[in-house]
């Protein structure tokens, strides 16, 4: 989408500087990154575009095309008003806050990330307005520090309490590689996926809240409480001090404890056991852990829903899928799954066709890409 005649019509002069930065699927390692687990993603074809121009004054003034609205505030008064204006207010304070002198800017952005599925709208979002007033005020920051920042933005102002990964998969991803991060050590690698595969990306039709402001405990909030009272009933700073020869030890903490700990532990080592199959082209093994991951996200640790559980069933038995998981935090959003090559729109139209029949859901096929 060429987005300069919105620019121009919207702020009557022309734009300087361009940024960009997909959204990602995270291939397995699912609720592991605030756990100091590993986790595993990709980015996807889908993409936040932003174009920016320096202003006079220290406003800040944006229009979003996906909310169809443009809002604005001046830098250094930053304050939530529970919009999306939240996370460009949150970012411009977090930069500052670190230290990097900002201008006020004018900034259009349009995403082909769906929102609130998954994908990290949100931290394509924040990274690339990092990334963008980068360029426009000559900032020093790191690829790595602007995750960083986009982490602390969505922490602090935004209000919501996610971990590293989708901030560093947006910021330092690239296509045709999964990042194969540590958040113990904040160490990553790039694994390059094989030519052999192809990536399908089924979004639900259903979508989440990361806030934490729904009620009950069915959210992600509550999940992070959970590890962390685990980690008091075990004994540990951690989850990741745990191995599977812990097991034992952790199948007796009362329900739900158990079972969320065992889903941390299991699937950091489904990580280690998925990079070595894709470095050895076994589609088959990564299917397998596909399907073990999302059981374990299923039943231990509580984050499917029906309709994501009846699109893995189905992708179970159609051909030329060699497995299929919830991606993202979970309580929605989208399934990843794993076919041949040149076979993964077949399939996956045949499992999206099948899903929207039995559900009558609207489900939207993100990868691959038409
Ligand atoms: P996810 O990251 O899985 O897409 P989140 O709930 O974390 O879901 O983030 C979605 C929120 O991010 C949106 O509700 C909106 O506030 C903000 N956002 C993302 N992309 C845009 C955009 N292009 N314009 C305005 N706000 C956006
Ligand atoms: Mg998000």
Not at 48 to 72: K, N, W, Y
Not at 117 to 125: E, I, Q, T, V
Request: glycine residues 8%; charged residues 20%.
């Amino acid at each position: 989408m060429n987005l300069e005649p919105l620019f121009q019509q919207t702020f009557h002069s022309a734009s300087t500087v361009h940024a960009s930065s997909p959204g990602r699927v995270n291939l397995i390692g699912e609720h592991t990154d605030y756990n100091e687990g590993l986790v595993l993603p990709t980015p996807i074809p889908q993409r936040c575009e932003m174009l920016f121009s320096p202003r006079a004054d220290d406003r800040v003034e944006i229009h979003s095309v996906q909310m169809q609205t443009r809002a604005g505030y001046a830098l250094g008064a930053e304050i939530a008003d529970h919009t999306w204006l939240d996370y460009v207010q949150a970012i411009t304070q977090e930069l500052q806050r670190a230290g990097h002198n900002l201008r006020g800017f004018n900034a259009v952005v349009s995403s082909d990330v769906p929102l609130g599925s998954g994908l990290s709208s949100s931290a394509s979002f924040l990274v690339t307005i990092a990334k963008g007033l980068r360029k426009l005020f000559d900032l020093e920051i790191t690829d790595v520090q602007i995750a960083q920042l986009a982490q602390a933005a969505e922490n602090g102002l935004v209000g919501a309490r996610v971990g590293l990964m989708d901030q560093m998969a947006c910021s330092l991803g690239k296509a045709g590689e999964a990042l194969l991060i540590d958040f113990r050590t904040l160490e990553y690698r790039s694994i390059k996926l094989p030519e052999t595969m192809e990536l399908v990306i089924l979004h639900s039709g259903l979508t989440h809240s990361l806030a934490g402001h729904e009620a009950g405990t069915r959210n992600y909030k509550t999940r992070r409480l959970e590890c962390e009272r685990a980690c008091e009933l075990l004994g540990v700073a951690s989850l990741r001090d745990l191995e599977l020869a812990d097991l034992e030890r952790v199948a007796a903490l009362p329900a739900p404890f158990a079972g969320r700990a065992r889903h941390v532990i299991t699937e950091n080592a489904r990580v280690l056991e998925t990079v070595a199959a894709l470095e050895a082209g076994d589609l088959q093994r990564v299917g397998e852990l596909f399907y073990t991951s999302h059981v374990s996200m299923s039943a231990d640790y509580d984050v499917s829903e029906p309709e994501i559980d009846l699109i893995v069933q189905i992708a179970g038995r159609t051909a030329g899928i060699y497995g299929a998981r919830l991606t993202g935090g979970g309580f929605g959003g989208s399934v990843v799954m794993i076919a041949d090559k040149s076979q993964g729109r077949v399939a996956g139209e045949a499992v999206m066709l099948e899903y929207a029949q039995t559900t009558g859901q609207s489900p939207r096929l993100l990868s691959p890409a038409v």
